[in-house]
Structure formats: structure tokens, C-alpha cells
């Protein structure tokens, strides 16, 4: 979910209903002349956070082997063994104390790093997808962004409701949670 773009919902309503948009399931929008590319260091910060998300999912599902993640004592203490400073997750990055988490390659051998590796090379391909098409409409005066719930199997359901549309450009799936897509449209009025 994208807060920012919820946030501009109210803010930008006149300018879509002016360039006869409508989107269902509509979670938020952005004007991309205020937006820039991603950087290469917000890159890397992201691709430490997905290491530390999968790392924590493979924990809570024990490697794989279930298909439920479980929360407990146990779990925390796997946590703790791959992931460095794991304690200080539930800090704040302004909080005293708080070291940022790292991943303990060391404690990664075979079979588990394997596993590993794969998962975030998995998860950062389909996040590098969504933001490589971020990047490129970035800066432009005509691009509204537009955040809505309509992503991964929910686009067979209203797909003809918005890619038949004049001011469609392009659609895709968000990489944190598919169930979301971020869809660019062409705007005339502003």
C-alpha cells in the first residue's frame, strides 16, 4: 500500500474526474513531474530490507519445508542465529541502540543458502520490474500514477474496465504485494 499516494486521493480528484479517469479499487495517486528515479542507493537499501524479509519468512516457515509461517520463541531464536542486531527490528532507526540488521553469511552453508539466495533473487525481480517502469515515467508532466488493488489475478477480473481506456499507458504489478498494481495514465488537463 502506498500512503503516500492515499494521501493525494483528495488532492488530485478534480484533475482525474477532468481527464475521465476511473479506476476500481483505487488505493492512491501521484503526479510523476513531482517524482525522481530511484536511486542506486535506495536500491541497495531496498535490496538489504528483502534480505532481511526473506530471511525472517524462511525462519517462520522452517526453510521451506511448511507452507505456514509461525511466530514463536523458536522462530525468534532462528531469526537471531542468521540475521545480526535482529533484535533491534522492533527499534526505531531514531531509537538509541538501534543497529541495523545484517544477514550472518557465515551461518549460510548448501542446501540453505541456496535456498536463500534463490528467494531474494525471486523477490527482487519482480520489484526491479515495478520500479524499472517507476524510473522511466519519472519527471513527466503528463504521467499520473495511479496505486490500486487490482493487481496479479484480480487484473482478469477488471482489466477491460481500464486497459481499453484512451489515457491507459502501462500497468504493472506491485513487487512487495502483487495483489496491488501501480498503472500509469496519460493526462491532458491539469
Known amino acids: 500500500m502506498d ?20 479506476v476500481p479499487r483505487l488505493r492512491g495517486y501521484r503526479l510523476m513531474k513531482d517524482e525522481k528515479p530511484l536511486t542506486k542507493e535506495e536500491w541497495r537499501e531496498i535490496q538489504h ?81 515495478q520500479y524499472a517502469v517507476w524510473n522511466k515515467y519519472c519527471g513527466r508532466d503528463d504521467i499520473l500514477y495511479i496505486h490500486a488493488r487490482i493487481g496479479g489475478s484480480n487484473w482478469d477480473c477488471y482489466n477491460t474496465d481500464v486497459k481499453d481506456q484512451p489515457w491507459f499507458i502501462e500497468k504493472v504489478d506491485d513487487g512487495w504485494d502483487s495483489t496491488y498494481c501501480d498503472i500509469y495514465a496519460k493526462i491532458k488537463e491539469g
Open 3 to 22: 500512503l503516500y499516494a492515499y494521501s493525494q486521493i483528495d488532492e488530485l480528484d478534480e484533475l482525474v474526474k477532468k481527464n475521465g479517469i476511473y
Open 49 to 129: 530490507n528483502i534480505e532481511i524479509r526473506v530471511m525472517v519468512m524462511l525462519c517462520e516457515s522452517e526453510w521451506g519445508q511448511n507452507t505456514y509461517y509461525c511466530y514463536s520463541t523458536r522462530t525468534i531464536a532462528k531469526c537471531a542465529k542468521h540475521i545480526k542486531n535482529y533484535e533491534c527490528r522492533s527499534m526505531s532507526e531514531d531509537d538509541e541502540g538501534y543497529r541495523e540488521p545484517e544477514i550472518r553469511w557465515d551461518r549460510l552453508k548448501g542446501k540453505k543458502k541456496r535456498i536463500f539466495i534463490t528467494r531474494v533473487k525471486n523477490e527482487l525481480r519482480d520489484i526491479k520490474k
